[in-house]
């Protein structure tokens, strides 16, 4: 039974996401799964939760080998992450910091002791970054700014890609023509974790409003005696 056939059956919508990227694998195979995560990383609207348990499903009905389905959804998350990764190298840390100068609400400070915190935990936050949604594609960015040892990172990303794909070819594979399952609730994570950020710069911005009316206030006590 085709692909596109079986997805309209699971009641996912065949002229979205899923409906393309059915296409995709059914005439391309592992490659095409591939080129579909590393376009993911660089732009993450595409949802590796519908694309990786899609190709799990695809090696459950015997289209391609389970080692393919891992070994080039692996490989398109490393491209697609190394990608990024030099965007982060050639934008660099001279620019970011003048670009960080002329922002409202920052200081340079700030920038700087999120660079120590880079340089102390960044191993750490490559390797499960890319198991959390958002995060995934984000993380490559500072690393490149960073300058993190490229054979670090592609280690890191490697290894970390690795396990997030397994989670979600596997799902897919196991729950067979369910796979879409998988969809609802790493979207409900995504969900959880862009609220998480949200809210944090909104602290971080209100923070800062206070911070500056509190200084304002001082300063002009201080002059007024």
């Known amino acids: 039974m085709q692909l596109s ?5 699971a009641d996912v919508p065949a002229d979205g996401i899923a409906g393309w990227a059915t296409d995709l694998i059914e005439k ?3 490659p095409g799964a591939g ?5 993911e990383n660089l732009f993450p609207p595409l949802p590796s939760e519908v694309i990786l348990p899609l190709t799990g499903f695809t090696a459950g009905q015997g289209k391609i080998t389970l080692f393919e389905a891992l070994f080039w959804t692996t490989l398109g998350a490393v491209v697609g992450a190394f990608a990024l990764y030099w965007i982060g190298r050639l934008i660099g840390r001279e620019r970011m910091y003048w670009v960080w100068e002329r922002m409202p609400l920052v200081k340079v400070s700030d920038l700087e002791k ?3 915190w880079f340089v102390k935990h960044g191993t750490k936050a490559v390797f499960f970054g890319r198991m959390v949604p958002i995060f995934r594609s984000l993380i ?6 960073e300058k993190m040892p490229m054979h670090t990172f592609l280690l890191l990303t490697t290894f970390g890609s690795l396990i997030w794909n397994t989670i979600l070819v596997m799902a897919g594979y196991w729950l067979g023509d369910q796979w879409h399952i998988v969809e609802t609730y790493v979207g409900v994570l995504s969900k959880i974790v ?15 409003f206070r911070g500056r009316g509190g200084n304002g206030a001082s300063t002009a006590k201080h002059r007024a005696s």
């Open 114 to 116: 999120t660079e120590a």
């Open 35 to 39: 080129l579909l995560i590393a376009l």
């Open 140 to 145: 490559s960015v500072p690393a490149g700014v």
């Open 194 to 208: 862009l609220v998480v950020v949200v809210v944090a710069v909104l602290v971080y911005v209100v923070a800062r």
């Open 5 to 9: 056939i079986v997805v309209a059956q």
């Open 28 to 30: 391309v195979g592992g």
